[in-house]
């Protein structure tokens, strides 16, 4: 029998079937987790819906995650659909291109602040309605980070800087939430493609310089990412949280 029978969650950020949020959908379902989805905008229905459907979701909405009213709009219908969650994927992350490219300091307010709400708080937003649904056995909520919160990465820029506050909003969700027995941890992946990865200026040297220094000596895989979230998601992980493991081929390791 699955690792996940019985459990409910809800998944964040899938764009299409290269996502890493359906990677982590497919690892969970392939446990027997029942799956909600939501997608950003009407242009993304078309790829989302199918992929929603072929995992026997029967729920499919939009949510805009930098607008209050739309996040909690789902999680009304989603208490109708079902009074309790298990788990969440929180898989999104935005900056404008022209911040994703040249320097750091060349930043804008308006694109810090646009990186830091829909990179950064969303996963608060969403932890607090979540948290509400989590009752009884307690829940998991998962996020997904990079590196380039830590240590200075060409081009992430802004990006590096909004994952560093997630990846301290992790702890401090994870210490808010954990006498509900609600554990926050996230997963810092290796660069691996997809939509939002190839608005990062030099993205493909990014994939050469893992696949050449990488202890491993290649990119992670993104089924690799859905299986780190099935062990955060599943009874395995039962004793973590505030945590954020790298699945990166250990390429975060190396000093020099
Ligand atoms: P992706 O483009 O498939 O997913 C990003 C998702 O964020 C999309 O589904 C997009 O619709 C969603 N999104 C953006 N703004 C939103 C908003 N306002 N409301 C709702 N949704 C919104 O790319 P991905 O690489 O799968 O990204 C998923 C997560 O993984 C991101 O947090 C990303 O930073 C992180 N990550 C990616 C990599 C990588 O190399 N691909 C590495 C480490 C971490």
Same mark, same amino acid.
């Given at each position: 029998?699955g690792?996940?029978?019985?459990?409910?969650?809800?998944?964040? %950020?899938?764009?299409?079937?290269?996502?890493l949020a359906?990677y982590?959908?497919?690892?969970?379902?392939?446990?027997?987790?029942?799956?909600?989805?939501?997608y950003q905008?009407e242009?993304l229905?078309?790829?989302?819906r &199918?992929? /929603?459907?072929?995992?026997?979701?029967?729920?499919?909405?939009?949510?805009d995650?930098?607008n $209050?009213?739309?996040?909690?709009?789902?999680?009304t219908?989603l208490?109708?659909?079902?009074?309790?969650?298990?788990f969440?994927?929180?898989?999104?992350?935005?900056?404008?291109?022209? $911040?994703?490219e040249?320097?750091f300091? =060349?930043?804008?307010? @308006?694109?810090f602040? #646009?990186a830091? =709400?829909?990179?950064?708080?969303?996963?608060t937003?969403?932890?607090?309605?979540?948290?509400?649904?989590m009752?009884?056995?307690g829940?998991?909520?998962v996020?997904?980070?990079?590196?380039?919160?830590?240590?200075?990465? &060409?081009?992430?820029?802004?990006?590096?800087?909004?994952k560093a506050a997630?990846?301290?909003?992790?702890?401090?969700?994870?210490a808010?939430?954990? @006498?509900?027995?609600?554990?926050?941890? /996230?997963?810092s992946?290796?660069p691996?493609?997809?939509?939002? /990865?190839?608005?990062?200026? %030099?993205?493909? =040297?990014?994939?050469k310089?893992?696949e050449?220094?990488? &202890? #491993?000596k290649?990119?992670?895989?993104?089924?690799?990412?859905?299986?780190? /979230?099935?062990y955060?998601?599943?009874?395995?992980?039962?004793?973590?949280?505030?945590?954020?493991?790298?699945?990166?081929?250990?390429?975060?390791?190396?000093?020099?």
């Amino acid at each position: 029998m699955g690792m996940l029978v019985g459990k409910k969650g809800i998944i964040f %950020g899938v764009a299409n079937d290269h996502s890493l949020a359906w990677y982590c959908a497919k690892a969970l379902h392939e446990e027997g987790a029942e799956l909600a989805f939501t997608y950003q905008g009407e242009a993304l229905e078309r790829r989302v819906r &199918p992929l /929603a459907d072929s995992v026997g979701s029967k729920f499919i909405e939009q949510c805009d995650l930098s607008n $209050d009213e739309a996040i909690d709009k789902i999680f009304t219908e989603l208490k109708k659909q079902w009074a309790t969650i298990d788990f969440v994927i929180h898989a999104v992350a935005f900056a404008n291109k022209q $911040d994703l490219e040249g320097h750091f300091v =060349d930043t804008t307010r @308006d694109g810090f602040k #646009l990186a830091m =709400d829909v990179s950064a708080y969303t996963l608060t937003a969403v932890a607090k309605r979540a948290s509400e649904m989590m009752n009884g056995d307690g829940g998991s909520i998962v996020t997904l980070t990079y590196y380039g919160a830590e240590k200075v990465v &060409p081009h992430y820029n802004v990006m590096g800087v909004a994952k560093a506050a997630l990846e301290a909003s992790v702890r401090y969700l994870a210490a808010d939430l954990g @006498d509900k027995n609600i554990r926050v941890n /996230a997963i810092s992946a290796g660069p691996v493609r997809t939509l939002a /990865a190839m608005g990062i200026a %030099g993205f493909r =040297d990014m994939l050469k310089v893992v696949e050449a220094k990488a &202890p #491993l000596k290649r990119n992670i895989q993104a089924e690799e990412v859905g299986k780190t /979230a099935l062990y955060f998601v599943s009874n395995m992980s039962s004793g973590v949280t505030g945590e954020i493991i790298h699945a990166d081929c250990g390429y975060s390791i190396l000093g020099m």
